[in-house]
């Protein structure tokens, strides 16, 4: 059974960068396409970005384009959500994912996902 455990959030300034790491046990996740979604208090959960199972293809939410950058390391079974340039409403409970349904995909859709890590909280503050 994939396991994921993200890690990396905290509590950063207005402009300030934060690397996410979702560490994967139990399987490898090189044949997994792998996605990072978060969720605000009192919002629905959205898509962030992913990264297909190669790293050959990446897909961001339109809001993050430019500030953000998912990465993987299949030798670390690791993938990685570099995030820049932070701004307030970027604060939430991010998750990572896993699927292996159209792993060549970078899927945006939170129910392609079998697998999701227990989330890690990024706060940003004014």
């Known amino acids: 059974q994939l396991q994921l455990v993200e890690s990396g959030g905290g509590l950063v300034q207005t402009g300030g960068s934060l690397r996410l790491s979702c560490a994967a046990s139990?399987?490898?996740?090189?044949?997994?396409?792998m996605g990072w979604f978060r969720q605000a208090p009192g919002k629905e959960r959205e898509f962030v970005a992913a990264?297909?199972?190669?790293?050959?293809?990446?897909n961001y939410l339109d809001s993050v384009k430019g500030r953000f950058s998912i990465s993987r390391d299949n030798a670390k079974n690791t993938v990685y959500l570099q995030m820049n340039s932070l701004k307030p409403e970027d604060t939430a409970v991010y998750y990572c994912?896993?699927?292996?349904?159209?792993?060549?995909?970078?899927?945006?859709?939170?129910?392609?996902?079998?697998?999701w890590g227990q989330g890690t909280q990024v706060t940003v503050s004014l």
């Open positions: 990264i297909t199972w190669s790293g050959g293809g990446t």
């Open positions: 139990g399987r490898t996740l090189s044949s997994y396409a």
């Open positions: 994912a896993a699927e292996n349904h159209v792993p060549w995909q970078a899927s945006t859709s939170d129910y392609e996902y079998d697998h």
